[in-house]
């Protein structure tokens, strides 16, 4: 196995978990499920211990303080930091643009939850194996529900046990597809995890992004280091394209394959998805933080409070959010809807 | 028409309403419908410019302070402390102890709504002249739903314009029962409303509840002023039986009669009751205080909240109530609960 180098895309804008997560703290550095956040998870289920070189946190400079802290003084992970978001193919560049050619990254999202971590761990050492041999490599996560909110990957031939090629990215579907999709079972989620080996990685950019794969590189040429931050140019790196690796890359290549994984994986996409990703009693409810929360006749209900006691009666399908000066209580039917409150956009 | 002396029963336990109303600060000294609080609206009632005599306030030691606060320093009612609670029979005793026997005392609870003034003065003096007449007087309020929560009132044989015997005191019924009631026409609702003559009152006191007479009389005996404050012999008054005036009285006397009234009347007796005494708007939501609230996708709900700002999508039929370090949500079929959480009941 090549030594991976694990590459944490950390940002977040704070409005799907209003008002728990705020433009000021998002998501990925909360403790969403269990006691770690997201991000120190992202970190752990990559240790030094289990052959992982230390990881490139790739962030903004609004995040900063936040990542050092839960990076820890003993890790000996850098920190690059964006000088404006240019969206993942630009992210992924500077990284790169830090790393031997030879070298694998393994990109992770920051603010996503995986339950069964040896199945990443099993993944990860597949994905890397292939990206060695020069493939682009995406993690094809289980499909287990028609979702609509995520991209397809559909399955092409293999390439190896456990390895395919990708026959097609494929957008977010409607709901008939996506039962369409979970029904033929050659199709898996999207969850922006890849395995790049550097020199492949900066070809395909190249060659079908040339104006990123510039001005990146010229954007870690001119920057600069300040222990373990690195700052690309801020004015070059501001002129790069704003582009998802999916489209600027993966959906290009010729080389995209593919490793199907099944690791209880969720997005914690809006407060329903945090509900399934958290432990729930017989009637289906859950308590977060340490608030005196009672409950009388409740099914499905979560209740996340900072403080006050929270008291409910007969509730059904709903999530109850209290955080500082703001309380938020949404039917899951209306979870989408949160980052749309006027609390959420005027933050 | 005879003068009238509002006595006004001041009390509660603060769990119905919990968390907005508390032990330390019940229903009746709350602005639960427009910017008066219950009691000072059961004052307003009477006033001096409608030929009301100064209200006599029956209220519990630890009720006093909110009592004379919202009493004012101008007016000049008496505020009768009672030692220890007796129920309604001991507690319109003490006020008639007090007063001559001509006088004609209009029992009023200080926690409910009235939103038709009118026709409650209207009814006052009806039921006046009635007690002039040595009748013992219900007010009974139009039934407008088939209620479980109330006792009922038959009316009986005509005695003048708009005054009957009561034929019956019913119970609260079942459903079925309320059904019939409400369909026959002739039941009202029992609402704690009375008008006695001081004499009359004693009376029938003395012949059906005797041990309440004479220890009420007693009390008031040995008892003491302080400034408007009037204290009942402690000792005594705890020995007087505890009794309902419906119980020792009003099911008991030959002289019972009742003004029926139309009146807009509430007991505000629970979550919901407060929610249908509010204005609404067209989805039939409402919002008490001042507190940011923002509604998406709501119909039929209350938010009452004290200060955080409260984001809620998608329900319907339910109450939200912020209080200090309290949040009550519970649906609208669920509000006979409130008062037995666990918060309302270790108060």
Known sequence: MPTIVPVILCGGSGTRLWPRSR????????PLVGDNTLFEAALARCPASGGFAAPFVVTG??????VEAQLGEASEGQVIVEPSARNTAAAIALAANRLPEDAVMLVCPSDHHI?????????????????????????GIEATAPETGFGYLKRGDAISQGAYRTAQFVEKPDLERAKAFLAEGIYAWNGGIFAFRVKEFLEELATHRPQ????VAAAVAKGTEDGRRFHPDADIFAAVPSDSVDYAVMEN???????????????IGNW?????????????????????VDMVDCRNVLVDSDGPRVS?????????????????????AGVQK???LSGAVNQ
């Open 312 to 332: 409910v009666i007969g509730l059904e399908d709903v999530i109850v959010v209290v955080d500082g000066d703001d309380i938020m209580i949404t039917t899951i």
């Open 212 to 215: 990123i794969a510039a001005g």
């Open 23 to 30: 433009v000021a703290k998002p998501k990925p550095f909360l």
């Open 253 to 267: 290549t010729a080389r995209a394959a593919m490793v199907p994984v099944d690791m209880s994986w969720s997005d």
């Open 61 to 66: 400079r609004q995040h900063v303080d936040h």
């Open 338 to 340: 949160v980052g749309k």
């Open 115 to 139: 339950g069964n971590a040896e199945a990443f761990t099993e993944a990860a050492c597949a994905a890397a194996d292939l990206a060695a041999e020069g493939w682009l490599v995406s993690f």
């Open 272 to 292: 329903h998805a945090l509900h399934e990703a958290l432990d729930r009693d017989a009637d289906g409810n859950s308590i977060r933080g340490s608030a005196s």
